[in-house]
């Protein structure tokens, strides 16, 4: 009877009567991934090894394979010599040459402890990197051990426990999506250490409150429609997130912009430029425009957030967007912009009257009158405020603003970052008020499950 009804489901099956599912795998990190150490060890013309013992061998077949272990109370330096070889001196004298050219120099510490290059100690395994007589350093490391070095970096390891496992989740699931995008395959490895991938800095800052939030995150990553998102993250919004279309190109259906249920410490900042130093910026970009006369935020996004910034002179306009806004003024003293959330104070120098009724009177000033309370109760000043219509909540933003004349123009802006993803300060204040990891994740990347 049992053999029977099996055969009728089968035959039901082949005959479209019913869809058998099978769910795919998660998908999994590699065992080792490969960090470029560009920040202090990319095109260098040598590299300090500090370390006293050292195995010294090949990449095969992606296992690092031993072929002599070197001592020196000295430590050694990494050259490339005229042949293209990466060359180990011990004081005055070589003492192993990386001569077959078809296999990647490598090195650890004997003893599989940290290595230590120029200062700064690593786990793992080293690669030596030749191209033109200069020497680039690679990190082949676990992942999770990677994540050790990542995340009191990116966070301050006294944070709540919560925002760190919070951190840990995205860095992972950046890490990966990274990783697999190959983005830096021809400099063969998956990530760099600096901010422009995830800031990295070695096992010199590991700590145990980081250490303990990766481990107590292990493997998780965030998923949208079965594939790990590039969950970015940033340090302060200053309010609210920003949409990813408005800052860089892609519309990613789960970096849309969410307003900040609380932001630890929020940061706030102001710049203010000459037009002389206006010009420079323009010539700078290349934008042959003339002399600078005015500066508009011409667009505003749906955080409030400048997403177009039209800068006039006297040939012409020359528009900005996205997240090239902040990087525009770069070349000034002080770099880059901390945020797209801002107002130019010389057009706007007061913030729009609102009215709001406390009970007894109706109040009408400047939000900038009016004080709010912080996480801790504390008061606070109001920088931004939001109407409902009984539907959605929407942040009450000026008109675009504009400045031309007199000496400049001052540039007031509330939070760091590109804005696109997981605030960490308005993690941290949401750990602080009783969310979990998976709620502050769950808050800030849209239709995304954790597994």
Known sequence: MKKKILFIILLLAFAGGFTLTV??????????VRIGLTREFANRESISVSTARI??????????VPVRLLESNVGFVA???????????????????????????????????????????????????????????????????YLFGVIPAEMPQSWHPQALMAQAV????????????????????????????????????EHANTTAAVNATRGLMIFHDGEPILASYFSSSGGA?????????????????VNEIAEHSPMVWSR???????????NAANANIGTATGISTTVIGASGRVVELTVHGTNGQHRLTGDRIRTFFNPAAGGTL??????????????????????????????SAFHGLDDRDNPTSMHMAYIFDGTTTRRVVSAPQTASGGAGFTISGNGWGHGVGMSQHGAEAMARLGFSYREILLHYYTGVEIR
């Open 23 to 32: 769910k795919a795998a998660t998908p999994a990190l590699p065992d080792t």
């Open 55 to 64: 195995r010294v061998g090949y990449e095969e077949n992606g296992v690092f």
């Open 272 to 282: 203010t430029f000459t037009w002389a130093e206006l010009t420079n910026l323009l």
């Open 170 to 205: 995205a860095s992972r699931t950046f890490l990966y999506r990274r990783a697999m995008e190959g983005r830096y395959t021809a400099q063969a490895f998956h990530l760099c250490d600096t901010t422009h991938c995830q800031v990295y800095r070695g096992a010199g800052q």
């Open 241 to 257: 997130t920003e949409n990813s279309e408005n800052v860089w190109v892609d519309t990613l259906p789960y970096l849309r912009s």
């Open 338 to 367: 901390q945020s797209n959330n801002f107002r130019i104070l010389e057009a706007m120098p007061q913030l729009p009257a609102v009215w709001i009724y406390d009970g007894r009177q109706l109040l009408s000033a400047p939000l």
């Open 79 to 145: 050259r490339v010599n005229t042949a293209g070889q990466v060359t180990l001196s011990a004081g005055n004298d070589i003492v192993f040459t990386f001569d077959r050219e078809c296999h990647e120099p490598q090195l650890m510490e004997a003893d599989g402890e940290l290595v230590n290059l120029g200062g700064t100690t690593y786990r793992g395994i080293i690669a030596l990197r030749p191209a033109n007589r200069l020497i680039t350093a690679i990190n082949i490391i676990c992942p999770e051990e």
